[in-house]
């Protein structure tokens, strides 16, 4: 284009100058004037609108066009374009200098048009595409013009959506057992059958650590594989985010209450004499406000009516505004039913001294004790002093007068549990 202008300029200046020296004899004359006409028509020439210019636009993101129309012929990319794509482009164009003053540089798009696509088969190649630049010629495109790709059937699956979870719960906190619900449970993946089939579950993580309120909220899915590693596909997921949400709630520990569960009356002749419940205590769970005012937890009914030997009977717990989760379901109650208990006073009960100080002198208060023995009714009605013995045991005694306790032992084979009164004689110790 310069090497034109140039003989254009070139013919120009030879005939202004041959017509100047038709006209004037000075030689000084002529030369000024043919440098004033050539500097003339160069600038003429050099300003013309139609003279061809060049320029660069760089860091341009390459749009992906035409998804759903591939989809429509049931057709898949096994390659993730995203990231086929992902790396920015310079467009190098060509145009008069007006069109490129006029080029919005904001508007320029350079894209990959999918829907040219019309068949499956590997090592397809698509080039890009620029947009929106009227008038001008695309030179070059850099460091990429195209990109390849195989192409397979269109495939569809159902996949679960998982809750993951990491970290933990600041203390005095906790989410009861399969509460955290997803919605939607599931997601249908679709790519082609290589990619979709190496997918066994679409994962939510959910971070824990310092959460202390209930929880709704957008999570990202990810897509993973048999092993638990994300898979990085082309794939195309039908809900890309799904909702989670679970309950948070403080937890208490408070004791678990039998007493006032209790009905009926136990048979004659035998008394309730306690009980052991298990769990002693449970830990319960709800929002603070509703743990509060809570200090117990009760269980439902337990009939002794007519019972007249101890027994074991699982209870569930009743239901308490506030409490909305426990670590128990059930607890165990054992009811103690004995017979009714009779006192008896035994005086004059023989003792026998077990374990004197050799070479010591003992003195005894009283050779003879009183006690007052508790058991069952029935057996207390014949309790005689032959059912037990007595003896002090001076092991443990100095020498001088110390207060040393009586023990009881029950002899008679046949005999119930009985209690003892605490009964005591003084014991003088001296050397002989």
């Given at each position: 284009?310069?090497?034109?202008?140039?003989?254009?300029?070139?013919?120009?200046?030879?005939?202004?100058?041959?017509?100047?020296?038709?006209?004037?004899d000075e030689q000084l004359g002529m030369r000024i004037l043919s440098l004033v006409l050539a500097v003339v028509m160069w600038a003429v020439v050099m300003s013309r609108d139609d003279a061809r210019r060049f320029t660069t636009v760089s860091g341009l993101t390459v749009?992906?066009?035409?998804?759903?129309t591939l989809a429509e012929n049931e057709l898949a990319i096994k390659q993730s374009l995203r990231e086929l794509t992902q790396r920015p482009v310079s467009v190098r164009l060509e145009g008069t200098k007006a069109l490129l003053t006029a080029l919005n540089k904001e508007n320029l798009r350079v894209v990959v048009d999918l829907s040219r696509i019309t068949a499956t088969g590997e090592d397809q190649t698509i080039s890009l595409q620029v947009r929106n630049a009227s008038g001008l010629s695309v030179t070059g495109i850099s460091p990429y013009d195209a990109v390849t790709v195989d192409v397979e059937s269109l495939y569809s699956r159902e996949i679960p959506v998982v809750a993951q979870t990491d970290g933990e719960l600041p203390a005095g906190h906790m989410i009861p057992s399969n509460s955290i619900s997803v919605t939607p449970s599931t997601v249908t993946v679709t790519g082609t059958e290589s990619d979709v089939t190496r997918i066994s579950a679409a994962y939510v993580y959910v971070d824990l650590t310092d959460v202390t309120e209930s929880v709704r909220a957008q999570q990202e899915v990810t897509l993973v594989d048999a092993q638990g590693s994300e898979v990085v596909s082309s794939v195309e997921v039908s809900d890309p985010t799904v909702i989670v949400g679970f309950p948070v709630y403080q937890t208490k520990t408070v004791a678990v209450e039998w007493r006032g569960s209790v009905t009926g009356e136990v048979a004659s002749g035998y008394e309730l004499s306690g009980a052991s419940v298990f769990p002693?205590?449970?830990?319960?769970?709800?929002?603070?406000?509703?743990?509060?005012?809570?200090?117990?937890?009760?269980?439902?009914?337990?009939?002794?009516?007519?019972?007249?030997e101890p027994f074991t009977q699982d209870v569930s717990f009743i239901g308490q505004t506030g409490i909305r989760w426990m670590n128990y379901e059930s607890a165990q109650v054992t009811l103690k039913i004995?017979?009714?208990?009779?006192?008896?006073?035994?005086?004059?009960?023989?003792?026998?001294?077990?374990?004197?100080?050799?070479?010591?002198?003992?003195?005894?208060?009283?050779?003879?004790?009183?006690?007052?023995?508790?058991?069952?009714?029935?057996?207390?009605?014949?309790?005689?002093?032959?059912?037990?013995?007595?003896?002090?045991?001076?092991?443990?005694?100095?020498?001088?007068?110390?207060?040393?306790?009586?023990t009881f032992t029950v002899t008679n084979p046949d005999a119930p549990e009985l209690s003892f009164m605490q009964v005591s004689v003084e014991v003088t110790l001296t050397k002989e």
């Open positions: 284009m310069k090497n034109k202008l140039r003989a254009l300029y070139q013919a120009v200046r030879r005939r202004v100058v041959r017509w100047v020296r038709h006209f004037t749009e992906i066009l035409g998804e759903d002693e205590q449970v830990t319960i769970a709800g929002y603070a406000s509703d743990l509060a005012g809570i200090e117990k937890v009760f269980v439902s009914a337990i009939s002794v009516d007519g019972k007249s004995q017979e009714e208990r009779e006192t008896v006073i035994v005086s004059e009960v023989p003792f026998e001294i077990v374990n004197a100080p050799q070479g010591a002198r003992v003195e005894c208060s009283a050779d003879t004790v009183t006690v007052a023995v508790v058991g069952p009714a029935s057996f207390m009605k014949n309790l005689s002093r032959d059912d037990f013995t007595a003896k002090v045991d001076l092991l443990s005694a100095v020498y001088g007068t110390t207060p040393m306790p009586v």
